[in-house]
């Protein structure tokens, strides 16, 4: 055996020997949490509950980190740069980890090839809301009183998911749809309430302080089911609008490389969170559906949502707008 295979077999046992001693220690100091969209946002809140939960499972010091901006990707470059030791987490999103590919493909700088998946936590479909001075129950009641007063239905979207569908519903409606981005859900949602747009597809995080005073009320949910939550509200599909399907997740993700070991123990603490019943009233009151965090299922679904989400962009035709 030549002396440099020698030094190559040993030095790759010390890289493996040191990496299973990293996921034995595994968390030694503060994990810090990044999230791509601004306070108050279900990022946010989701980030928050993760962080309780490392605390509780792994006994860690979680930090959240806000990085807003960019559709998100200032936050995706960030965590696919990271050393991949476990340390630095990324509260992932259908934004940021599936639409803003097929959007942003010459300019994102990351990739699905960039991260490991941790656990998808959080999964519900985002709500068509319109403001209180605008008459109808239904899309076509809006369109139609629209079209009477003579005034465009600005579309307010705050994150890739919801700019896509801000699109593709002036499409399956033919109506005068213009989309107004905001740099989150919660700016758009500020504006639907005031007036300044009609009606604007955002997460019920964002969303439901606005609903819970009378200052916007929800449409229509963009899903194959109503939702528990809301079994009055009818879903786009019932309304006419086939193959008219959103959806908006949270998925935790570390940088591609990062021990298995270590994506367990993050995995534990995500499962322990959806476990506690803390969790299970806010996933209620968001309308969000029940996961179980398993980490070969949120594989599952984060690969389905990559390809729905590259033929919603092909056939939206949408740009991205960051």
């Given at each position: 055996m030549s002396a440099w295979i020698r030094t190559t077999l040993a030095t790759t046992m010390l890289l493996v020997a040191a990496a299973s001693a990293s996921a034995d220690d595994f968390p030694s100091r503060p994990i810090t949490i990044v999230v791509p969209?601004?306070?108050?946002?279900?990022?946010d809140i989701a980030a928050r509950f993760y962080a309780r939960a490392l605390k509780e499972k792994l006994n860690a010091t979680a930090v959240v980190d806000l990085k807003p901006g960019a559709a998100g990707m200032i936050a995706g470059q960030l965590v696919a740069r990271a050393a991949p030791d476990g340390y630095t987490v990324l509260m992932g999103s259908g934004t940021v980890n599936a639409a803003n590919y097929p959007l942003f493909r010459d300019q994102i700088g990351y990739g699905p090839q960039h991260f490991a998946t941790v656990a998808t936590i959080y999964v519900s479909p985002p709500l068509l809301l319109a403001n209180r001075g605008l008459a109808g129950d239904s899309v076509a009641e809006l369109i139609a009183g629209a079209q009477r007063a003579q005034r465009?239905?600005?579309?307010?979207?705050?994150?890739?998911?919801?700019?896509?569908?801000?699109?593709?519903?002036?499409?399956?409606?033919?109506a005068d749809i213009v989309n107004v981005p905001y740099k989150g859900n919660g700016q758009s949602m500020t504006d639907l309430a005031s007036g300044q747009i009609a009606i604007a597809f955002s997460d019920m995080a964002a969303a439901s302080p606005h609903v819970t005073r009378g200052a916007a009320r929800i449409v229509a949910v963009p899903s194959a089911y109503r939702l528990p939550g809301l079994p009055d509200v009818r879903t786009l599909a019932e309304q006419g609008f086939s193959d008219f399907e959103f959806m908006s997740w949270n998925t935790l993700y570390v940088p591609v490389g990062t021990p298995q070991d270590v994506i367990?123990?993050?995995n534990e603490a995500a499962r322990h969170m959806l476990a506690s019943p803390e969790w299970d009233k806010q996933r209620v009151a968001s309308f969000g559906l029940k996961v179980s965090g398993d980490q070969q299922e949120s594989q599952a679904f984060v690969t389905a949502e990559l390809i729905r989400w590259e033929r919603y962009v092909r056939e939206t035709g949408v740009k991205g707008a960051p």
């Open positions: 969209f601004g306070a108050g946002s279900g990022s465009k239905l600005e579309c307010g979207s705050g994150n890739a998911v919801t700019q896509v569908a801000c699109e593709l519903l002036r499409r399956k409606t033919g367990r123990k993050l």
